[in-house]
């Protein structure tokens, strides 16, 4: 498992949503901007579909895009991205999006920002229809181009079936020199992350080894081109 | 948003009977019901900025509510109504929240389109 973080020429963060890249990646984000690479978020949609509107509610259906724009804002000042896109899409219709044009835009991306690392969801292993279409995009615009010239893929895969299909991860960043910023890009997100963090708070708090130890650590698998989600597109 | 008053929802309701209306309507679980919850079965559905007119609305039964609209040619109901609001583009904003403040049905009438 590589655990160094290596220098890239540039990274390209696409998620689906404000948040994603809050748990799983913004330590390793912090480092590659600290490190001077320039650091990209394209961030698909604003999270318009979130559930969690709060008791007593501190927004409504209409007005929490808005509570988002700003928190994702926020959330990439804390990591230092200075180059945060916020793409237009809509929560929960990512798939039934025109699969030809999203591939489009993220060869798009490629084609401007040259990255040498992609940072994104793993198809088949990221849960959520956004995440999956997203997943699947990304992979598509990097499979046209030829093999060596392909950025590195690191992606995040969560589903309950994970293991049993991928393994262990390919790559594990040990964060712990950034947690006051990883700890401020969660807090940012606070309509998504403010319970959760009671407990995560709570629980480095209180010294509790495996807490502290997941949080400080970043997974990522790197795609596997010979087992790859579908043979062409 | 407030919690539902039945009066004053009503009263809101009826102001928009009888216009040229825009709807947003969803039920969810969330995506995340099956992974927390294997073998959920998670259904849901929603509409937004289709248009409608209704000539008769009613919020009924106990809290949480239900708001039902009788349209010429059809009709919409939404049930576990909780919260509401008039907000500021005058937009009757109803939402159902469940015991930790996630929504979990959405009812939402405009004469102007919502927002993309």
């Given at each position: 498992m590589a655990e160094t973080i290596e220098k890239e020429r540039a990274v390209l963060v696409v998620f689906?949503?404000?948040?994603?890249?809050?748990?799983?990646t913004s330590g390793s984000l912090s480092k590659y901007v600290d490190m001077g690479v320039p650091v990209t978020y394209a961030c698909?949609?604003?999270?318009?579909?979130?559930r969690n509107l709060g008791?007593?509610?501190?927004?409504?259906r209409e007005t929490l895009p808005e509570v988002r724009k700003k928190e994702l804002q926020a959330a990439a000042d804390a990591i230092g991205i200075?180059?945060?896109?916020?793409?237009g899409f809509r929560d929960k219709t990512v798939e039934f999006e025109d699969d030809e044009k999203m591939v489009q835009l993220i060869s798009g991306l490629i084609d401007e920002l040259d990255p040498s690392l992609i940072i994104s969801f793993y198809p088949g292993y990221s849960v959520h229809p956004d995440h999956e279409a997203t997943a699947r995009a990304v992979v598509r615009a990097v499979r046209r181009l030829p093999e060596d010239q392909r950025p590195k893929l690191y992606l995040v895969a969560f589903a309950n079936d994970t293991e049993e299909g991928l393994?262990?991860?390919?790559v594990e960043h040990q964060v712990s020199e950034m947690l006051d910023r990883k700890m401020r890009t969660l807090k940012a997100h606070s309509s998504q992350t403010a319970y959760m963090l009671e407990g995560l708070e709570a629980a480095i708090a209180a010294g509790e080894a495996e807490a502290t130890e997941r949080f400080a650590k970043e997974r990522f698998y790197r795609y596997r081109w010979h087992e790859d989600f579908e043979e062409s597109f | 948003m407030e919690k539902v008053n039945p009066e004053e929802l009503q009263r809101l309701i009826d102001s928009f009977a009888g216009k040229e209306l825009y709807i947003h309507l969803e039920t969810t679980n969330g995506s995340y019901a099956a992974h927390f919850n294997e073998g959920f079965f998670n259904a849901g559905a929603f509409i937004r900025n289709a248009q409608i007119r209704f000539e008769l609305g009613k919020v009924a039964g106990e809290a949480p509510h239900r708001v039902g609209l009788k349209l010429p040619y059809g009709w919409v109901y939404a049930q576990g109504i909780t919260h509401y609001e008039l907000d500021e583009h005058g937009r009757l904003l109803m939402a159902g929240l469940d015991g930790?403040?996630?929504?979990a049905v959405a009812l939402e009438l405009s004469e102007t389109p919502f927002a993309y």
């Amino acid at each position: 498992m590589a655990e160094t973080i290596e220098k890239e020429r540039a990274v390209l963060v696409v998620f689906p949503h404000p948040d994603d890249e809050a748990f799983g990646t913004s330590g390793s984000l912090s480092k590659y901007v600290d490190m001077g690479v320039p650091v990209t978020y394209a961030c698909l949609t604003l999270g318009e579909m979130g559930r969690n509107l709060g008791i007593p509610p501190f927004a409504t259906r209409e007005t929490l895009p808005e509570v988002r724009k700003k928190e994702l804002q926020a959330a990439a000042d804390a990591i230092g991205i200075k180059d945060l896109r916020m793409m237009g899409f809509r929560d929960k219709t990512v798939e039934f999006e025109d699969d030809e044009k999203m591939v489009q835009l993220i060869s798009g991306l490629i084609d401007e920002l040259d990255p040498s690392l992609i940072i994104s969801f793993y198809p088949g292993y990221s849960v959520h229809p956004d995440h999956e279409a997203t997943a699947r995009a990304v992979v598509r615009a990097v499979r046209r181009l030829p093999e060596d010239q392909r950025p590195k893929l690191y992606l995040v895969a969560f589903a309950n079936d994970t293991e049993e299909g991928l393994g262990q991860p390919d790559v594990e960043h040990q964060v712990s020199e950034m947690l006051d910023r990883k700890m401020r890009t969660l807090k940012a997100h606070s309509s998504q992350t403010a319970y959760m963090l009671e407990g995560l708070e709570a629980a480095i708090a209180a010294g509790e080894a495996e807490a502290t130890e997941r949080f400080a650590k970043e997974r990522f698998y790197r795609y596997r081109w010979h087992e790859d989600f579908e043979e062409s597109f | 948003m407030e919690k539902v008053n039945p009066e004053e929802l009503q009263r809101l309701i009826d102001s928009f009977a009888g216009k040229e209306l825009y709807i947003h309507l969803e039920t969810t679980n969330g995506s995340y019901a099956a992974h927390f919850n294997e073998g959920f079965f998670n259904a849901g559905a929603f509409i937004r900025n289709a248009q409608i007119r209704f000539e008769l609305g009613k919020v009924a039964g106990e809290a949480p509510h239900r708001v039902g609209l009788k349209l010429p040619y059809g009709w919409v109901y939404a049930q576990g109504i909780t919260h509401y609001e008039l907000d500021e583009h005058g937009r009757l904003l109803m939402a159902g929240l469940d015991g930790s403040g996630k929504l979990a049905v959405a009812l939402e009438l405009s004469e102007t389109p919502f927002a993309y």
